[in-house]
């Protein structure tokens, strides 16, 4: 019942549809700008899907094993900087997220929390603090599917016992 709440839709790699493992390849390609596209629903080929929202976290958040870097280094200009942020903060607010998108989030943070706080400082943000607050704002909407799943349920099963 909260396997796709709690983002462990898919348990094994051979689970993963061919639909899942296009939009994987293709978003493994992507620059910020046609990430951001994809999770605003502008993209036709493919929908906005727990997948891929993972897939866009987790090539923010997975080191190179060539170059040994993450996507974001601190040389980086500084609009590439605030479209990856922006990017996670709108990923925040999709309706699609789980658990694992959260830990995703958290994990972008704490990878790049000393770029986040430069910026913060340099250009006189307030990135620090609007991450937590979106953390939490994706965890309060988790929860709020939950309690509405539970209450679909026990409707569920009241209306077919009468």
Known sequence: MFKSILGRKKDDQNDITAE??????KIST????????YIKNNIKDFEVSEEGLNAVLHRLTTQDKKSQSYYLKPDDMDSKKKKAFDLVLTIAENKKITFETVD???KFVETYK???EAYDKEHKQIYDSRFVDAVNLALENINKKVALKNKMDILGENNSSV
Not at 20 to 25: K, Q, R, T, V, W
Not at 30 to 35: A, D, G, K, Q, W
């Open 114 to 116: 000393d770029i986040i």
């Open 30 to 37: 992507m620059n910020l700008t046609e990430m951001r596209s």
């Open 104 to 106: 995703l989030m958290q």
């Open 20 to 25: 899942d493992a296009a939009l994987i390849e």
